[in-house]
């Protein structure tokens, strides 16, 4: 290749790149993100016989060669703050957290509202009746879709008595617990009347407080449709219109572990 014709060759090279760059960045450049994602300190909540987050220092100061440098160790349970559900958790033998594909994490949402009936009775199940009246006001679930569920308790967080219904700890305090649920019969609908990628919603578990079978679990991640728990500021999402990203650490093997999950809402920000 003569050098012209390499130096030419460089230069649509550049100015293809930049386009795509550009075609990018306008992608995200009218509207917001919004962090889904309670943060991780010794508040974040788990359930009552999980190992609470510990943040330890290892390091934070100036080394001997008069340079800063910080570094912490962390430990806690797989499921507790802002966290996904993978299937292995109630499914033997289907997708663990890391075998779980991007596309299933990222998808447009739809947002179904029961805040007004959850704050009336902590154990209240969403049903298909609740299902089927969002559908009547804004169209069919679209396939592929993140089903997200706005109960109104991550106004609680993080007072463990309120957000959880006790803050006992320990085995006898699981039968204290109080928060809204998905109701299994209406798990069942959404995995066999609808193709979804994932639910999420803004309690400690995708079944209520009061469960003792944990039956929309068992629903959900038969058909290996994983389930984000303790979701933030669901109260700043649309009904309709928002894209999600959740990422979970990719621990090998893993039940569960801590989401950084946030969305995307088109528009004047």
Known sequence: MNAPFAQFSSLIFLVSSLAGLAAADALFSDGRWIDLTHEFSSETLYWPTAERFTLETEFHGQTPKGYFYAANRYRASEHGGTHIDAPIHFAEGHKTVDQLPLDQLAGAAVVVDVSAKAQKDADYQITIADLKA?????????????????????????????????????????????????????????????????????????????????????????????????????????????????????????????LRIVAWIAGKR
């Open 134 to 258: 969002w559908e009547e006001k804004h169209g069919q679930i679209p396939n592929g879709a993140i089903v997200l569920f706005h109960t109104g308790f991550a106004r609680y967080w993080p007072d463990a008595k309120r957000y959880l219904g006790t803050d006992e700890k320990g085995p006898d305090a699981v039968a204290k617990l109080h928060f809204p649920g998905l109701h299994p019969d209406a798990a069942r609908w959404l995995v066999t009347e609808r193709t979804i990628k994932a639910v999420g919603l803004d309690t400690a578990s995708i079944d209520y407080g009061q469960s003792t079978l944990f039956e929309s679990h068992r629903i959900l991640f038969e058909k290996n449709t994983p389930a984000f728990e303790n979701v933030a500021a669901l109260d700043q999402l649309p009904a309709t219109g928002a894209y999600i990203i959740a990422l979970p650490m990719k621990i090998k093997g893993g039940s569960g572990g801590p």
